[in-house]
């Protein structure tokens, strides 16, 4: 038998408030599973002067690594007032970001096994950088 267009079969299984009751539980897991996926999935945005995959010239390279922390935790950078290009290689299994407050910048999701560039003017004196994801993973620069 056909269907009139924008019908629905009426469903004949249980009383409304059952079917209600059903709906209900269902969405409180729907909305429970998604909230629980947000919150062991990191992100970040890009902001500033970044790229996505291996830098096309000259960069200092740093890698994002298990047990969240960055390798060399301590970067050399040319004199402050100079260009420089991060290169910076997840080789972790987990999601990282790179951040340089100081600069404003930040590179954005770096995912498992992806390369992202920062490109910034070195500052005076040291200054830090950290991923956004893990507290504690962090590192300082200097210019030389
Ligand atoms: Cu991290």
């Known amino acids: 038998m056909a269907q009139q267009a924008g019908t629905t079969p009426r469903q004949t299984q249980g009383a409304p408030a059952a079917r209600l009751a059903r709906w209900a539980l ?3 897991i729907t909305v429970t599973a998604l909230v629980a996926l947000a919150a062991c999935s990191n992100s970040s ?5 970044v790229g996505s995959g291996p830098a096309t ?11 969240n922390r960055f390798t060399p935790a301590t970067l050399e950078l040319p004199a402050a007032g100079e260009k420089v290009t991060i290169e910076i290689t997840n080789t972790d299994d987990r999601a990282h970001d790179f951040a340089i407050e100081a600069a404003d910048l930040n590179t954005g ?6 390369v ?3 490109t910034f003017t070195v500052p ?4 830090a950088f950290k991923c ?8 300082t620069m200097e210019g030389i």
Not at 57 to 67: F, R
Not at 109 to 114: L, M, R, S, V
Not at 132 to 139: E, I, K, P, S, V
């Open 57 to 67: 010239g000259n960069a200092t390279k740093i890698e994002a690594v298990d047990g």
């Open 109 to 114: 999701t770096i995912q498992a096994g992806a």
């Open 116 to 118: 992202a560039t920062a």
């Open 132 to 139: 956004t994801f893990h507290r504690g993973m962090t590192g």
């Open 124 to 127: 005076e004196g040291t200054t």
């Open 26 to 28: 269902c969405a409180v």
């Open 45 to 49: 945005d890009p902001v500033g002067n």
